[in-house]
């Protein structure tokens, strides 16, 4: 449709152009004929001078032989022959230079020069008195008469030819003023409706440009808000893999001005995160390409799922960062729950199966008591101690593996920390260990939960930190902290550590790395804290330490 609008205003203006150049034309053409006319109007005025001056002289040669004065006759005959060249040359040069017109100005040349040098000779023969003389003399006379009958046809042809000329140009452009009256209404008028209707369709296609543009910029700032304040975290990088630009949620999610990481490396950026680096290498542009990290961001780790894809285009990888933390959490609470129930149900399922002719021993013992010497009830004593230790063992298996329905209170963690170190102040002076508390007074920390079953699964938990240092410089730091609207409390020690593929299965029923254990301590501590709705996690290195960190769901203050 724009080309159509140009198309248009294209003919209006090249249509007023040629008007213009017709009107130029016109107003070139009358000036040429008027001056046409002006110089051929001089031209045949100076040939009537001439003619004139002709006549003057010819009287003057018939003063010459009636007064015989050669001197004031002479004089004048020269000057009027100075005068009919003068005369003559401006004619010449100001006529048009047809074939007719220069074959009859070399007829008056010749016919003026001819009777010039005549007139020059005049004296001579004049005081000769021979008969060719006298002949000569009335050869003159008579031959004035013949070049004045000659002359004025010649002139009168020339102004007639001239005149005709200037008629057939002025006819010309009479007709070249009609055509251009006649059409040059119609040209402007269809020039003007191409020129009009095109601004006007032009109005309208600007309106309908302005509008689609108005709606682009309200569709791009529809999309720029969406890409700046969508929670999902958003970035953009060149071929090269650098930052081209990332949204708020993603400057947000790594504490940074998303102005200063432009340009950066995603490599070198992501480095600082990530624990061993990590390398974008898309060596073929898929179309998605996903990517899972375990990545520390201010000091918490987080597992986050990098989805990126290839715009051929724009040259351009697009994506998108997803914290999936929590739900690796879930999955993780997911399959402990249904670890903890299968576990649960084969242990109810053995441990009612080993008790039954577990007090059938008991029962047979008692009644051999009575019936055995001494050294046999030796024998009966080891028997009983192993078949009570047995029970007991059965005991903790169902109690690790059951709901506990206690009484719930609100208290203050902080207060269950304060509690922790009388019951463990043997263990801590016996091995030369330091306990160190921080934060026990800062931020909400109010929990519910049964203080007591709560305190006896940390007890436990440092108790595990006690065993895990088996040097002199021994510590064990209890740190509360706040975690959106969670307590989070940290035990943590510098002890030997956990061996990385290890730390999955420490909360499995029956693992244990100790000599005497019976794996049901962190199984036992687990799921007490689980009860309470909260969660445990655990980071260790091997020979720097390990950190249990609880999480429980904070509540209103005690009233």
């Not at 992501?270 to 990545?295: A, M, P, Q, R």
């Not at 997803?322 to 399922?349: F, H, N, P, V, Y």
């Not at 956990?498 to 199984?523: A, W």
Request: glycine share 6%; proline share 1%; hydrophobic share 40%.
């Amino acid at each position: 449709m724009q080309d159509n609008f140009f198309k248009q205003q294209l003919i209006a203006a090249v249509l007023l152009f040629l008007s213009f150049l017709a009107v130029v034309f016109l107003l070139y053409k009358s000036d040429d004929i008027g001056k046409y006319r002006l110089k051929s109007q001089n031209a045949i005025q100076h040939l009537n001078l001439m003619l004139l001056d002709v006549y003057k002289c010819e009287a003057g040669v018939r003063g010459f032989l009636m007064t015989q004065n050669f001197d004031v006759q002479n004089r004048r005959v020269e000057s009027y022959a100075k005068s009919i060249r003068e005369h003559f040359n401006f004619a010449k040069n100001n006529l048009g230079s047809t074939k007719s017109i220069l074959h009859k100005l070399h007829d008056i040349e010749v016919l003026v020069n001819h009777r010039i040098d005549l007139i020059k000779n005049l004296k001579a023969h004049t005081k000769d008195s021979s008969l060719s003389s006298k002949k000569f003399v009335n050869k003159l006379i008579v031959g004035g008469d013949e070049i004045m009958d000659n002359l004025v046809p010649i002139i009168s042809e020339i102004t007639r030819e001239q005149n005709d000329k200037i008629s057939h140009q002025d006819s010309e452009l009479n007709s070249i003023k009609t055509a251009l009256m006649i059409s040059l209404p119609f040209v402007l008028a269809f020039s003007a409706m191409l020129y009009f209707g095109s601004l006007k369709q032009t109005s309208e296609l600007n309106k309908a440009l302005k509008k689609d543009k108005d709606r682009l910029n309200d569709e791009r700032e529809y999309y720029q808000f969406l890409f700046e304040k969508n929670p999902v975290k958003i970035f953009m990088l060149d071929k090269g893999l650098r930052i081209k630009d990332c949204n708020l949620a993603f400057g947000k999610f790594f504490n940074v001005n998303k102005e200063e990481i432009k340009g950066e490396s995603i490599n070198t950026f992501l480095n600082t995160h990530v624990e061993g680096g990590l390398n974008f290498d898309f060596s073929e542009k898929v179309e998605v390409k996903s990517s899972e990290y375990e990545i520390s961001v201010g000091g918490k780790k987080k597992v986050v799922l990098f989805d990126i894809s290839w715009n051929l285009i724009k040259e351009t990888y697009f994506g998108t960062l997803k914290d999936i933390t929590l739900r690796k959490r879930w999955e993780g609470d997911l399959k402990a729950a249904e670890k903890m129930s299968l576990t649960g149900g084969i242990a109810r399922s053995i441990a009612h199966e080993i008790r039954n002719p577990l007090t059938n021993i008991n029962l047979a013992v008692v009644e051999l008591e009575d019936e055995v010497s001494d050294d046999a009830n030796t024998l009966l004593d080891l028997i009983t101690r192993n078949s009570n230790r047995i029970g007991q063992l059965i005991t903790d298996l169902l109690q690790s593996s059951k709901s506990k329905n206690l009484t719930l209170s609100k208290f203050k963690l902080s207060q269950l920390v304060s509690s922790l170190e009388p019951l463990v102040k043997d263990r801590l002076l016996l091995k030369g260990i330091r306990l160190e508390f921080i934060n026990l007074t800062s931020g909400r920390d109010t929990i519910l939960a049964n203080f007591t079953d709560l305190q006896t699964a940390v007890v436990n938990l440092v108790i595990n930190a006690i065993e895990a240092i088996d040097h002199t410089a021994g510590k064990i730091t209890l740190e509360l902290s706040n975690e959106n609207d969670d307590v989070r409390l940290s035990i943590a020690d510098n002890g030997r550590g956990i061996p990385l593929d290890k730390i999955e299965e420490i909360f499995n029923p029956f693992y244990t790395s100790k000599k005497k254990g019976n794996g049901l301590g962190l199984t036992s501590v687990q799921s007490t804290i689980k009860s309470y709705n909260g969660r445990i996690s655990v980071d260790s290195k091997q020979d720097v330490g390990t950190v249990f960190s609880c999480y429980f769901a904070a509540v209103n203050e005690i009233t």
